[in-house]
């Protein structure tokens, strides 16, 4: 439970420390790569045929309305680019969930395995050639835990996005828009009820580089969340907003690290101004990975 309780100052000191050492030395290639620079977003660049990477990926969602809120997501991938422009992931999660007294959220403290998804990129336009990237992308899951509630049961759901991206400033500043449709679906096992629900989202990023091997920027994500998969019965809102660390440890290896806090948001038929019913106070995440 020790990770479950770094604050937000916890993660941005150890992001200050990264930044001090990370090495000078590793070149940096001209213009960007945007596959694994942004935190929460993705880019349209998905690598060159014949790469393979291994990467972990750890998300926190920390607080809700009331009470003690904290989950802690851990993913394993591996990443190949079988072909020019294509590029598959699979991936394994585990999830650790500490909840106690939150509303309509079960208490529990529990350590499970998630689930596995296939993430499928698709590339339609370099950057390099046309006035900006593209890339449409469709995240397959399924799960034997809600990620939220850590209830038991079965979810399915994909995540579809419409990526794309331009360097604003050669070799300095890359700007990126996420365009997001998320449509779920759950049954529990011990209610036996079914869930459908659908997201839609925009999100846009924007990274600066500061030294030859480091990117520091920030993201702003806003999303919709609605009943049923068809975009039904609106349920709430929320914009996050936050910054973003990219380090080039090595040739081969790299890292990531983002955080973000609700702005701004709002549940169905309240006057609130946030939405700690459908969304978290604090997310972060940080990625790891290695080319081998």
Known sequence: MFTMRVGAHTIWTAVACTLALAPACVRAEEGFDTEHIFGFMIGTDVGNPGEREFQTETTGRFGKGSGTYRALAQEVEIEVVPLPNFRIELGGTATLHDITGVPDIGDRRQFNFQGASLDLRYRLLDRERAPFGLTVAADLHGDRIDETSGGKGRMYGTDFTLAFDRELIPNFAIGALNLIYQPEWARFEVAGVSEKSSTIGAAFAGLVRVRPNVLLGGEMRYFR??????????????????????????????????????????????????????????QARLIFGVNF
Request: net charge negative; no cysteine; charged share 15%.
């Open 225 to 282: 969340q609605y009943e049923g998969i068809g975009l039904g019965e609106f349920a709430g809102q929320a914009l996050f907003v936050g910054p973003t660390a990219y380090v080039q440890l090595s040739d081969r290896s790299r890292l990531t690290m983002s955080w973000s806090m609700q702005a701004w948001g709002r549940p169905a038929g309240s006057a609130g101004n946030l939405d700690l019913v459908n969304f978290e106070r604090h």
